[in-house]
Structures are given as C-alpha cells and as structure tokens.
C-alpha cells in the first residue's frame, strides 16, 4: 500500500540548504515521519568495501540534517538479503527506495516488489537493468572513470611502442562495469590500434581493436571481453587473476607494463601481484574511489591514479531527489540511462583524477584524513 507523504514535513515552509540538499527542514524537536514511519530506505551492496561505507556516511549525515528519516541496509553479495532488506523497509513504511543493486538483473525482483508497494525507486550509483520498475537513476559519470583510466595509461607511455597493456574489469552482474571498461576502450582501442600498447591478457578484444564498444549495442561482446578478466570486484580474485596472467606470459610482455584496474580494491591486489613478479620492473596502474589505502599506495608509488567520486555529492544530489519526491513533485534531471526496458531519467555527478601531485585536494575537502595516509607528503 502507497504511504502517504508526510504531512507534517509538508506543512513546514522552511527551506534548508545543507550541502547542497534543499530540503524541507522541520523545526528543531518535530518529528519529521508521521506515525515513526521511515521516510527512506537505502540499500548497499556490501560493508566490505571502504567505497560503500563512505556512501553510508554521506547519507546518514545528509538524508538526517536534512530532517529525512532514514535507514541504510547492506546486501553483503547477496540479491536474496538485497531483496529481504527492501521487503523489510517497505514494511516500515518507506516512500522512497535508494537502492545500489547488487545484481543488475536479480535486484529488477525487488524493485518490483516496491514499485508494487507505491514505493518510489531511485537507482543509486549503479542501473538496475531490465525493468520498468525504476524511477531515476543517480550516479557519477562511469564512462568518463574509464576514460580517464585509459587516458592515464596513455599519457604514462606517450611516445612508447609494444608496452604490455593488462586489461581487468568489474563485476559482470554490476552495469557499471560495462561502463568503466567502455569508457576505458573508447581512449585505449586507438592506442592498441597504432602500436602504443600490446594486449597481454585478454585474446577476446582482440577483433575489437581499433573500434569503440558501446554499453547497450555491444553489450554481448562486452560481456564476453569482460567474463574473461572479471575481478568480481573481489580482491582475492584480482590476485589470483593477475597471477595466472603472469605466469602464463613470457618475459616479452612483463618489463614496464600498464594496467587497467577498474577499482582501488583490486588495483591494490593486482599491484601486489605485479610487484611480485621479478620480470615486471615497473607498471602503470589506475583505481577509482580515493580509498585511503590506496591513496597510501599511490604515496609509495605502487599506485599511479585514483578516481576520487565525492559520495558526498553523489548522496546531496539524492536528497534533492527525496524532497522532490515527497513534495509531491518530479525531480529535476540532466541525462537519461537506457536500462534495457525504459529510459530512466538521471543525474550525473563529475569525477576527479587523483594523483600524487593532487593528492591534497581530497584531503582538503575533508573527504579523507591525512593522518590516515601512509606517506601523505607535506
Ligand atoms: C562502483 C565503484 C565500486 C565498485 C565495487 C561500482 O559499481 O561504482 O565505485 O568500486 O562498484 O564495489
């Protein structure tokens, strides 16, 4: 059954502007959620991960100034607590679900279960695919972290010719995914094509090279590409991979070599592979998500870049969506997500290369602590 919107929060005609959020602020002591109904339910992929728990953070702080109540639930990779996390918010009362799919095509079941509840979807981050059970989509822009992933590698070899390029992905199950690897194809196709870089791990682009690959017609194609050097976004597995790569290569494509990390978790694993292997004299090798660790490895070089994606940002520009929504109005978007079914309109957030010498500005933003950075300069 459709929760009312709140009334009270209604009636209140005080506009806050907190970080971003214009939300509708109650009175100090009013109880926003009538009936202690929860207004907002989020639903993370996992706890594991730095990156999520940042998300956590960001909207705990913002969704609550904002005078939102909320709750955020981890799926802990596994689209059947995903779906037992949304049922049990919907029995709280929620109007709103921000959820980050797990599963692309397992999480369509639960959005579905809430769009028949009256609950209103917004995808957070990731696209949850084949379905029209969505309502809008909120995320950074994915294709230009592969750009600007690929662009890095480019940049670190101008000039050269044959550097060995080893190619690793995301999850299959995480749209995203796809987004990265095109994003990062879209700059490397070109560079393979003329002889900067050798592919040394991943035969199945082989046909590819010289032509770009889109998300949605390609998808197939990709989907092969990318099942031969998936991660899982699992660090064991970015290891084990990137071992098995090494061992099977001969000692023409080790030597100063680039690599395509699609997250920090996984760039730290495959570095720590690379940096194993006595043949490897030096790699190149990119992340996303200013993690502290791995800002820590790029103190001590065993990390080129990161890609910093403020959750702060990315959670402000979702409480803006949440007021709209319970006011009763629709949310002011930029762009539009093809999701297989529908176009869901988005938002998209931009995102900052990080890098030795720019390595302040999350730390300056307060986003990180420097105390917490092995190495941090200065
Ligand atoms: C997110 C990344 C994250 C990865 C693994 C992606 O969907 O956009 O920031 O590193 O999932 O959790």
Redesign the pocket.
Known sequence: MKKKIVSTLLSITMAASLMGCDALKPSSGEDTATDSELQVGIVL??RD?P??IQDEASFTSILGDAGFTSEVLFSQGSSATELTNVESLIEKGIDVLVI?AQDATAAAQAVEVAHAAGVEVICY??LITDTDAVDYYVT?N?FDVGVQQGQYLIDAYAGQTGVPLYLYS??TT?N??FIFFAGAWSVLSDAVANGQFTIANCSAIDEYVGQTLDVTEDHEALSNILGTITTN?DFNTAKSLAEANLVANDADLKGDVAILA????TARAIADAFSADSDISSFVVTG??CETASLSYICSGLQSMTIW?NTAELASTTCDMVNSILSGNSPATTTTYNNGTIEVPSNETAVTVITIDNINEPVDAGYVSASDIQGYPG
């Not at 699609?262 to 978790?265: C, L």
Request: with cysteine; glycine share 8%; hydrophobic share 20%.
């Open positions: 992929p996992t991960e990156r999520w980050c981050d990731r950074f994915s995301g999850a995480d995203n995914a976004w699609p997250n920090d978790g996303q998500d994606k």
